[in-house]
């Protein structure tokens, strides 16, 4: 089952150019400010959970990248919203 109803593509892992399947990821944008403050909360259940180093490390490098981009890009921040979205699971 495709989880996400909003976005679709080809999603391919960079350590080793494998697709992931439409069951396994969902999509949230930098720009989406509920998704962008929950990511601190993210890398702390990671810890919390024992993730590995290299796993935290990767958010917190992403979590820079999210912010640098925010800063440069204030125009382009929004809510989340759906309404006008052709969703795939209607």
Known sequence: M????????VVVKAKDNTIVPDDEY????????????????????CIRLG???AQ???IR???????KWRQDNPHRLK??????EKLLDE
């Open 26 to 45: 969902m999509v949230f944008l930098a720009k989406d400010t509920a998704f962008f403050n929950i990511l601190p909360a993210y890398r702390d259940e």
């Open 79 to 84: 809510i989340p919203d759906a309404k006008g």
């Open 56 to 58: 935290i490390d990767a």
């Open 61 to 67: 490098r992403g979590i820079d990248r999210a912010t």
């Open 51 to 53: 993730a590995d180093r």
């Open 2 to 9: 495709k989880l996400d109803a909003k976005f679709y593509g």
